[in-house]
């Protein structure tokens, strides 16, 4: 069964920067598509990114410059480097696995405000 822990969410100012981690466990990391979702207060999950097995990214309009997806392999980790923050990048973030089948974090709160 795979599971994913999210963590590195919190407050930050407008203009600040955070860096989300998600350890992934249960599986074959290499073999996952991953990807990072936010849910904002009110409004639908929504997709912010995706990295594919062969190392292609994909990035919302909203966020694309700003945030940058990577993976470490051999700390099965999936990492999301968001700068220049804005408040509306104020949600709880998702990591999510597929591979086929999808499995979800618990998802960190982010924060963005003055």
């Known amino acids: 069964q795979v599971q994913l822990v999210e963590s590195g969410g919190g407050l930050v100012q407008p203009g600040g920067s955070l860096r989300l981690s998600c350890v992934f466990s249960?599986?074959?990391?290499?073999?996952?598509?991953m990807a990072w979702y936010r849910q904002a207060p009110g409004k639908q999950r929504e997709w912010v990114t995706t990295?594919?097995?062969?190392?292609?990214?994909n990035y919302a309009d909203s966020v694309r410059g700003r945030f940058t997806i990577s993976t470490d392999i051999p700390k099965s980790t999936v990492y999301l480097q968001m700068d220049s923050l804005k408040p509306e990048d104020t949600a709880v973030y998702y990591c999510?696995?597929?591979?086929?089948?999808?499995?979800w974090g618990q998802g960190t709160q982010v924060t963005v405000s003055s």
């Open positions: 999510q696995a597929k591979l086929g089948v999808v499995f």
């Open positions: 990295l594919t097995t062969r190392g292609h990214t």
């Open positions: 249960g599986s074959d990391f290499g073999s996952w598509t």
